[in-house]
């Protein structure tokens, strides 16, 4: 972004009232700041944000021409410039006519619903004849995090095998999943983009002695998605069993791909539809709704500005809804993972921060344990409110207290408290939005998913950086195979590194204790 642009935004953001006068003077406020779309009401109004300032963001994004990138995206133009590769997730979810992506896509989801409904329904089973009744999806970073909150999510729409998650190398992840399973009635779903992840292939590996031990024909239990089919089935996966994706999909973009297999396992492939229909609503309305009443353009233009301009460092994001509480983990990869950048695309430093810190615990349960810190603390987090208008629960007026709760945290946050002792007065003006989804359906929650990786996107483009690699999380890569092999040979060699001292403080405690596989 050019420099004079920048800095006027800025200026524009220090002379905005506070949240009481902006109510105050603007009656209107709360129409303008509210966006209703596919099956989303979102509340901006407290923002700190006023209407020149707002209609100098909307600018931005006119000037970074979001909906003709969009387009670019779903052409399959090359958006990745660093990995010199296409950005092609919106394809995952288009009609099948749409594009030779689309195509490629809907062939690969077609296949995964049909081996997903097998298992749901008998018709594919273990080697012994027995049915699955538990399938254990072993990936990481996007192999894992956007599926596992989904299918604890929508865990009322479960009617298949119980689906369990192991992604960390710490076996106590994958000794958890594997207590109470039967090897025979057991599917693994070993998902990896690159199929060569250390903690993946680890934990897959362990996997397989552990099913080998008591059935021979192993591969019956095994499913693989994964973009490097060639790995997969030099490992060992049947050819029937597995399930492709693209070079073109990035990892932390991967939901709406075949890496849904354990969703379409636990709630079944015509629900799983309805996931991506909501998606496919929300990528629509992305490239055709007006940039200033536009869901994601207006949520990426808050973020921004609060991380931006602002200058706050963290978003705390609160999901009200106990299903959703895996919310904040997901959005972790996609936000951070995607705009943790200091260099933009032309390679240059950017102006103001990139992403913030995401982070979050289900409400009610954090107002019990942080929420001290955001309403009084020193530090503003601007607070992101997630919540249902519809319970899908048991018990209706606990769906009320929670909905009052919202309102509660975000009015308290807004308008605080002036009071004669310091120590209970809240000074209020801390920002926070609401996002209230109809109801917790496979429809709505692809809207709301889709609605997180057009703004994640649409932030990278006002923040100049490229969103679609993640070359930071390469050097720890190296690093770690480094040690693994000192370890393993006993030997920490000669370089002084920094953590030399470490390493050989582990070896000699490691000679010392007894070894498990
Ligand atoms: O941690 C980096 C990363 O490459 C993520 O981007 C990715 O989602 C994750 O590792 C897992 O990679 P894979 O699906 O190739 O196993």
Known sequence: MDAEVFHSLKNLTQGVASLAELFQTDSSRSQWLTVDACGIHADFSRQRINKSLYEALVHCADVVDVQRSFKKMMAGDVMNATEDRAVGHMALRAPAKSSPMAQQASGQLERGKTLANGVRSGAVCGATGKHFATVINIGIGGSDLGPAMVARALRRFANGPVVKFVSNIDSADLDEALHGADPETTLF?????????????????????????????????????????????????????????FDWVGGRFSLSSVIGFPIMCSIGGDQFSEFLSGMSEMDHHVVTEATDRNLPVMHALMWWMNSALHSFPTVAVIPYSHDLARLPAYLQQLIMESNGKSVGVDGRSVLGGTSPVVWGEAGTNGQHAFFQMLHQGTQIVPVEFVTTGASLGEDDEAHDLLFANVIAQSEALAAGRTHSEPHKAFEGNRPSSVLVLDELSPQCLGSLIAMYEHSTTIQGWLMGVNSFDQWGVELGKILAVDAAKAIASGKSGDEQTMTHPLLNWYLSIRKKLPRNQ
């Open 189 to 245: 779903v070993i998902s990896s983009k690159t199929f060569t992840t250390l903690e993946t292939m680890h934990n897959a590996e362990r996997a397989r002695r552990w099913v080998q031990a008591i059935i021979p024909r192993w591969a019956q239990h095994f499913v693989a998605a994964t973009s490097h089919a060639e790995a997969a089935l030099n490992w060992g996966i049947q050819k029937d069993r597995c399930l492709e994706f």
